[in-house]
T-cell receptor, first 114, second 110 residues
């Protein structure tokens, strides 16, 4: 079955620690995205990647970093510089950049930082 | 800057009671308006893409329509399994970026 996997489903970290969230897709999609969702709010774009070895900042990139070394993988690191990291993180992909292809989402990772 | 506002924030329906959700938007050069369904603790599930005013799309009890300023998601004779949060997003002329609304939480009681 083709799809997007995110791991882990739940993640707990102490304040001051960096943490990396995994996102893998086997849809052969060029474009990948990371969003953050907070209760009662819409999804906000953190980073996106048009193609392998390329990525761009979204609307709320401060305190986050990404890499895109393989087409299938787009991991997100939440650094200690992110002031309010507790949230639900969603990874998505779409077939190509620059089109109106729909984005498909993974199941999400809920990060709690205490 | 693209903006999306969804109303109402929450909707409680009796099973079989039809209703509509609203998505008002401002965008420079609409390339697509997207509807998603999200169950608690899960990722959004794609429902529809609408591209131009006057377009309509249907899937089971759901029907999405589009005008130049807003989109409606009509739920006809809803069932409890239609309970979810429905998200609306727009894509403007600048690339693939989606701007999401805050969503409408729908609860359908038997």
């Amino acid at each position: 079955d083709g799809g997007i996997t995110q791991s882990p489903k739940y993640l707990f970290r102490k304040e001051g620690q960096n943490v990396t969230l995994s996102c893998e897709q086997n849809l052969n999609h060029d474009a990948m995205y990371w969003y953050r969702q907070d209760p009662g709010q819409g999804l906000r774009l953190i980073y996106y990647s048009q193609i392998v070895n390329d990525f761009q900042k979204g609307d709320i990139a401060e305190g986050y970093s990404v890499s895109r070394e393989k087409k299938e993988s787009f991991p997100l690191t939440v650094t200690s510089a992110q002031k309010n990291p507790t949230a639900f993180y969603l990874c998505a992909s779409s077939m190509r950049w620059g089109t109106s292809d729909e984005q498909y989402f993974g199941p999400g990772t809920r990060l709690t930082v205490t | 800057e693209d903006q999306v506002t969804q109303s109402p924030e929450a909707l409680r329906l009796q099973e079989g009671e039809s209703s509509s959700l609203n998505c008002s938007y401002t965008v420079s050069g609409l390339r697509g308006l997207f509807w998603y369904r999200q169950d608690p603790g899960k990722g959004p599930e794609f429902l529809f893409t609408l591209y131009s005013a006057g377009e309509e799309k249907e899937k089971e009890r759901l029907k999405a329509t589009l005008t130049k300023k807003e989109s409606f998601l009509h739920i006809t004779a809803p069932k409890p399994e239609d309970s979810a949060t429905y998200l609306c997003a727009v894509q403007g002329a600048a690339g693939n970026k989606l701007t999401f609304g805050g969503g409408t939480r729908v609860l359908v009681k038997p």
